[in-house]
């Protein structure tokens, strides 16, 4: 005696079907894998690109501090005690103008800078850029100039805001408020005995 197979219902088959189809395994793996792989890349972007500016930014302006070093600068500036115009000259010559403008990565325009001196290379400390209570500039950060007479010990720090261009990610760049990183660069050293004949340049 035979026997017949119970027929598959319609609904049945067509969710084996479903089940066995394999024609969209790649599109549903790429989209698994396509946000993590792009937010590394954008995050492997964002630090290369810091990285670059944090070097050039050094460079810029371990080469301006120079002029502090040999003491050209407070010579070329002791017709002025005004700290803030000060700090502006030496920005300018961080940064240029015209057609002698420094080529930078970063926003030279609102590069932020402070001149300390020390007693000592041990106790010496660099200013604080940022508040952290507010996430925004320190109001003291840049306001200050202390004039670097021959053998003094100078600590010198400029600092400024960069983009954060991949803020989604979120990756622990962000100092300020608005998203923005810190580029920072410190230079401590000790001036040469240039020469302060007559007028001083750093008058007590």
């Not at 010559?93 to 001196?117: E, H, P, Q, W, Y």
């Not at 306001?143 to 670097?148: D, I, Q, R, S």
């Not at 990183?181 to 230079?187: D, G, I, K, P, R």
Request: charged share 10%; with cysteine; net charge neutral.
């Amino acid at each position: 005696m035979s026997v017949s197979a119970s027929p598959t219902s319609p609904r049945a088959s067509l969710l084996r079907r479903l089940l066995d189809d394999a024609g969209g395994a790649t599109a549903v793996e790429f989209g698994l894998v396509a946000l993590p792989f792009l937010a590394l890349l954008g995050a492997i972007i964002q630090l290369a690109f810091m990285i670059w500016a944090a070097q050039n930014f050094d460079f810029v302006f371990q080469t301006a501090t120079r002029s502090l070093f040999t003491g050209s600068f407070q010579q070329n500036n002791d017709q002025t005690a005004q700290p803030s115009v000060i700090l502006a000259a030496l920005q300018k010559k961080m940064c240029g103008s015209g057609t002698t403008a420094t080529v930078t990565i970063f926003n030279c325009s609102g590069v932020k800078i402070d001149i300390s001196l020390g007693t000592n290379f041990s106790s010496s400390k660099a200013a604080v850029p940022i508040d952290p209570t507010t996430r925004n500039w320190s109001s003291s950060f840049g306001t200050h100039y202390a004039c670097a007479a021959p053998g003094s010990i100078v600590i010198a720090t400029a600092a400024v805001k960069f983009p954060v261009f991949f803020g989604l990610l979120d990756a622990g760049l962000a100092n300020f408020a608005d998203g923005s990183t810190l580029l920072e660069s410190t230079a401590v050293f000790r001036t040469e005995p240039y020469s302060s004949s007559q007028n001083s340049p750093c008058p007590n």
